[in-house]
């Protein structure tokens, strides 16, 4: 289900790193799990604990200046990897809306939207100064509003960014897309009658 | 025109809104570390699956690969997620390959060892190496646990069009150059994010030549270029392979399905959005030195020097990955040496990558300081390997050889490496901490892992097996 978003205004954390894996977001032991909730325990675990699971602080989550944060400010390709939506529920499980960097991985840019996390890609360029202003002013705030689709950097530099409309809609609305979807169920029916008559090799019961 | 994908693509739209479409989803495969939660929406919803019998569910990423796991999973959280995919797929009426059916394996390996997957389907699964089905001209991709809901649910996902990529491949291959070499050598090429946004093709005689096996090690990586889709146009390969398979069409409908798939393939005046080509003749055995799939080079190079990058957040990332893997710029790669050696995953755990690896293990030995585990792919590959007798090469070298799993490639079932160890590894990532946490991991081929067991470091395999 989609967590309803509008708007942030928080400390940003700066990731200053690039091509960060969803192994690194949330190693695969975590991922032994029933349930989507409690997986920010494991966010990023062995960038934040040392061997002895001792907090490492020069890690931005472990800065105190930069707890409570909201906004993930990240580098190129973030979430590449493995498809593991437990990724998305950590980030949002340790507490964060918004994940801003100059691109993402596809399979988790989809996943973010599906729960309510919003990816927003601005120019690398506009990252970079926004990640070099957040680590030289530690606490600045970053302001996140859907509707007029824009950030405020910690600077009041304003960058206006792109998000699909209905995955937008779907964001404020915290829609359920699979009800939406189920509402062509008469469309899925016809479909797959003609499929059947077309390509009936596709369709042996893989139970039987 | 239309390219392969397109045709797919045109073939399965339900319904559209705006750019997007409603692609009908014919085949899901589930294991059991995405799909609880799907599930568990379900219920919570009131929802029911609405096609069961175009499901198949597998676990393992969880399960141990020694025979005591038919007794007891000692991890609670395997356990229970194993449990749970049991009750889930039983209550819902989805077949399932549990821990003892001779059918069990990776669930990238049984899905094309059943028949389940055609040319010109949609297949998906939580899981990203699902692009290596594409191997057979489908549309074949990763999605996470809500897309699986969905699925499940409606048997449909909302979809935009991909950019189009097509990489050609051309060139004999040398011996004991393998897939995997090229594919590791398309990804250095064109970057871990080269192919984010695109469906790739992948064409060219190199591409032709090669067997099902060796087209899915290709398909499989393209997720570690960013491409959630790889794909390869069906031909007589494709159809040889496919014959006879459980799920294949049956007689009756053969010679249709096979007119249908001989139009599949993208059009001669196809549209491209990049092209990228290859000369694979001179291609050389290939190892990752970094914590990225894309730091790969020949395996005559040497460590790269972070310093010589112009760009700076590249070279913060190199320095970073130096520093993890505990190498030093201008080491020769063939002097690093390994503790483990890892042979198996949905990468290269099928027949011939047995075959290959055991071609160099045969009358060898695992070198002293060497751990070195052949994990075959599914419960089929291991009996065809037993019966060409792989298993007692392997044994007589010293390799262990385990039952079909996930094992040593993610680090979930007891199959780890420990901090600091240095893995020889057939699988398809190298992140930190992938394997374990703190172990350091080396992609190479099935052939070159062998090398490695055997000499206890890196090496060239060609002149290994001279």
Redesign the interface.
């Known amino acids: 289900?989609i967590e309803k978003f509008v708007s942030l205004n928080t400390v940003g954390v700066p990731l200053?790193?690039?091509?960060v894996?969803t192994?690194?977001i949330i190693?695969?032991?975590y991922?032994?799990?029933?349930?989507?909730t409690g997986l920010g325990v494991g966010l990023f675990f062995?960038w934040r604990y040392d061997?002895g699971g001792a907090e490492l602080p020069d890690f931005p989550l472990n800065r105190p200046s930069f707890r409570g944060g909201e906004v993930l400010v990240t580098?190129?390709?973030f979430g590449?990897?493995?498809?593991?939506?437990h990724a998305?529920w950590a980030l949002m499980d340790f507490g964060f809306r918004a994940v801003i960097a100059p691109?993402f991985?596809?399979?988790f840019h989809?996943?973010c939207l599906?729960?309510g996390l919003l990816p927003v890609t601005l120019p690398a360029a506009d990252v970079?100064s926004m990640i070099d202003a957040l680590l030289a002013a530690p606490g600045g705030k970053v302001a996140v509003d859907l509707p007029a689709q824009t950030v405020r950097g910690p600077g009041g530099d304003i960058h206006p960014f792109r998000v699909d409309?209905?995955a937008k809609q779907c964001l404020l609305e915290g829609l359920?897309?699979?009800?939406m979807?189920?509402t062509?169920?008469a469309?899925?029916d016809r479909?797959?009658r003609e499929?059947k008559k077309a390509?009936?090799?596709?369709?042996?019961?893989?139970?039987? | 025109m239309p390219t392969l994908f397109e045709k797919i693509r045109d073939r399965h739209v339900?319904?559209r809104?705006?750019d997007?479409v409603?692609l009908?989803i014919?085949?899901q495969l589930i294991h059991e570390?995405?799909s609880?939660?799907a599930f568990?929406?379900l219920r919570l919803?009131g929802?029911t699956v609405?096609?069961?019998?175009?499901?198949?569910a597998v676990p393992d990423?969880?399960v141990p690969t020694t025979p005591d796991r038919s007794v007891r999973i000692e991890?609670q959280?395997?356990r229970?997620?194993i449990q749970?995919l049991r009750e889930n797929t039983l209550g819902a009426?989805?077949?399932l390959f549990d821990i003892t059916d001779p059918r069990q394996g990776i669930v990238h390996i049984i899905g094309p060892e059943s028949g389940?997957v055609?040319p010109?389907?949609t297949v998906v699964c939580?899981?990203?190496h699902t692009g290596t089905l594409g191997a057979f001209g489908t549309i074949a991709f990763?999605?996470?646990?809500?897309?699986v809901?969905?699925v499940l649910?409606?048997?449909?996902l909302?979809q935009r069009m991909?950019r189009r990529m097509r990489v050609t491949v051309n060139g004999a291959l040398r011996p004991l150059v393998t897939p995997k070499d090229v594919i590791l050598a398309v990804i250095a090429k064109i970057g871990?994010?080269g192919g984010?946004?695109y469906a790739i093709e992948f064409s060219g005689e190199t591409i032709r030549k090669m067997s099902m096996e060796g087209r899915m090690t290709v398909c499989n990586m393209t997720?570690e270029a960013?491409?959630?889709f790889g794909l390869i146009a069906p031909d007589e390969t494709t159809f040889a392979y496919l014959k006879g398979r459980p799920?294949?069409?049956?007689p009756s409908?053969w010679d249709?399905?096979v007119s249908?798939w001989k139009t599949l393939p993208s059009d001669p005046d196809a549209t491209w959005d990049r092209e990228v080509a290859l000369d694979a003749s001179n291609l050389e055995p290939h190892v990752t030195w970094g914590t990225?799939p894309q730091d790969a080079l020949p395996v005559g190079g040497v460590v790269p020097d972070p310093e010589a990058q112009p760009d700076p957040?590249?070279r913060?990332?190199m320095r970073?990955a130096l520093e993890y893997m505990a190498l030093v710029p201008g080491t020769r790669l063939t002097a690093i040496p390994v503790d483990k050696v890892f042979i198996g995953s949905c990468t290269n755990s099928r027949i011939e990558d047995l075959r290959a690896a055991a071609a160099v293990a045969k009358g060898r030995k695992v070198h002293a300081s060497v751990t070195a585990l052949v994990v075959p792919g599914s419960g089929l590959v291991k009996r065809q390997a037993e019966e060409e007798g792989l298993d007692r090469v392997f044994v007589e070298a010293g390799f262990q050889w385990r039952l079909p799993g996930c094992s040593m490639c993610?680090?979930?079932n007891p199959d780890k490496l420990k901090?600091g160890e240095r893995c020889a590894s057939t699988s398809n990532?190298n992140?930190?901490?992938?394997q374990g946490?703190?172990g350091r991991t080396h992609l190479m081929s099935p052939p070159m892992a062998a090398a490695a067991a055997v000499t206890g470091r890196i090496a060239d395999v060609r002149e290994v097996a001279r």
């Open positions: 289900m200053d790193r690039g091509n894996d192994d690194a190693p695969a032991r991922l032994k799990t029933l349930k989507r062995a061997a580098g190129e390709n590449c990897g493995s498809s593991r939506e998305v691109s991985s596809d399979i989809s996943n599906k729960n970079r409309p209905f359920d897309e699979i009800a979807t189920l062509a169920a469309e899925i479909y797959e499929r390509t009936p090799w596709l369709f042996p019961d893989l139970a039987g | 339900v319904t809104r705006g997007d409603l009908y014919d085949r570390v995405t609880p939660q568990e929406g919803a929802r609405r096609r069961p019998g175009a499901m198949l990423h969880n991890d959280g395997s229970e997620q749970a009426g989805i077949a389940l055609l010109g389907i939580g899981d990203s990763g999605v996470g646990t809500s897309e809901e969905h649910a409606t048997q449909t909302w991909p871990a994010s984010t946004g997720i960013g491409a959630r799920l294949a069409p049956p409908l249709a399905a249908d990225s957040s590249e913060a990332r970073r993610l680090g979930m901090p990532r992140f930190e901490g992938r946490p703190g």
